[in-house]
C-alpha cells in the first residue's frame, strides 16, 4: 500500500525559508517519479515540481522557478522541496503525489498516490 506522508510546513515570515519533505512508503523512488503541487484557499490544485525516478527535474509553475528546490534522497526515500525567499502568495496546503517512473505532466490526473498536505503559511 502507497503512502506519502508531507511535513515540514509551517508559519513563515516574507522572505524566510522552509523546506518540506515527503516521505514515501509502499513504492520506491528507484521507479516512482514524485511531483510538488500547491492549492490556495479558493484556487485549483496547481503543479509546482516533479522529479523522476531517474532524478530528471522538471519546475511547472514559473512563479516559483529560482525559488524552489526539488531533490530526492533515495536511501530515505523521500523527496524535499526547498523553499526560499516566500511570499505571501505561497500560502498554501502543499501535496505530493506518486507516479510510476516519469512526470508525466502537471494535472492531477498524471499521478496516482496522494498525501495529505502540509500547510504553508507566508505572514508577518
Known amino acids: 500500500q502507497v503512502q506519502l506522508v508531507e511535513s515540514g510546513g509551517g508559519l513563515v515570515q516574507p522572505g524566510g525559508s522552509l523546506r518540506l519533505s515527503c516521505a514515501a512508503s509502499?513504492?520506491?523512488?528507484?521507479?516512482?517519479?514524485i511531483g510538488w503541487f500547491r492549492q490556495a484557499p479558493g484556487k485549483e490544485r496547481e503543479g509546482i515540481s516533479c522529479?523522476?525516478?531517474?532524478?530528471?527535474?522538471?519546475y511547472w509553475a514559473d512563479s516559483v522557478k529560482g525559488r524552489f528546490t526539488i531533490s530526492k534522497d533515495n536511501a530515505k526515500n523521500t523527496v524535499y522541496l526547498q523553499l526560499n525567499s516566500l511570499k505571501s502568495e505561497d500560502t498554501a496546503v502543499y501535496y505530493c503525489?506518486?507516479?510510476?517512473?516519469?512526470?508525466?505532466?502537471?494535472?492531477?490526473?498524471?499521478?496516482?498516490?496522494w498525501g495529505q498536505g502540509t500547510q504553508v503559511t507566508v505572514s508577518s
Open positions: 503525489a506518486a507516479v510510476y517512473k516519469y512526470c508525466r505532466g502537471y494535472s492531477q490526473s498524471d499521478f496516482d498516490s
Open positions: 509502499g513504492l520506491t523512488l528507484d521507479y516512482y517519479a
Open positions: 522529479i523522476s525516478s531517474s532524478d530528471g527535474i522538471i
